[in-house]
């Protein structure tokens, strides 16, 4: 088989509300439409948008969690109404691109990553690419979508 007809069962897919997130999000869907793979969709909580009082209060942080949860699940009905055939949900806090490899992909079991590259808010975009960070460090494939 060449590398072209590699054919992934568990496709991870980042997701931000990002133009490139978006894009990646639609690859990994017509990914696994074609493949017939699994779509898990994962976001990440960041604890660095909140204020001090915020991050230590845990209503807070939970309402956070719910409503990412909540936004995650549209996605799922996205996914689904497009024909993917098995969509999970994974949500976690911390660094996005730390966080993604180190905790999300081995507990996802995910064999290819797929996520946008220009996903830069606020002071980050001064300290390099989340992306970068992630095809870097990722012990799978990693399919960086312009």
């Known amino acids: 088989m060449s590398k072209q007809d590699t054919k992934f069962e568990r496709v991870l897919v980042g997701v931000d509300d990002s133009d490139d997130a978006q894009l990646?999000?639609?690859?990994?869907?017509?990914?696994?439409?074609?493949?017939?793979?699994?779509?898990?969709i994962t976001s990440i909580l960041e604890s660095?948008?909140?204020?001090?009082?915020?991050?230590?209060?845990?209503?807070?942080?939970?309402?956070?969690?719910?409503?990412?949860?909540?936004?995650?699940?549209?996605?799922?009905?996205?996914?689904?109404?497009?024909?993917?055939?098995k969509v999970e949900l994974m949500v976690a806090e911390g660094d996005p691109g730390e966080t993604i490899v180190k905790d999300v992909i081995p507990s996802s079991d995910a064999d290819l990553l797929v996520i946008g590259s220009v996903s830069k808010k606020g002071i980050r975009k001064y300290f390099g690419s989340q992306a970068a960070y992630m095809a870097k460090h990722s012990p799978i494939s990693v399919m960086i979508i312009r």
Not at 68 to 79: M, P
């Open 48 to 85: 660095n948008g909140m204020n001090v009082y915020q991050a230590l209060t845990t209503d807070y942080v939970h309402g956070e969690r719910k409503e990412l949860e909540a936004h995650l699940k549209e996605y799922r009905q996205v996914a689904l109404d497009a024909g993917v055939k």
């Open 24 to 40: 990646a999000f639609r690859y990994a869907m017509h990914r696994c439409i074609k493949d017939e793979s699994i779509l898990i």
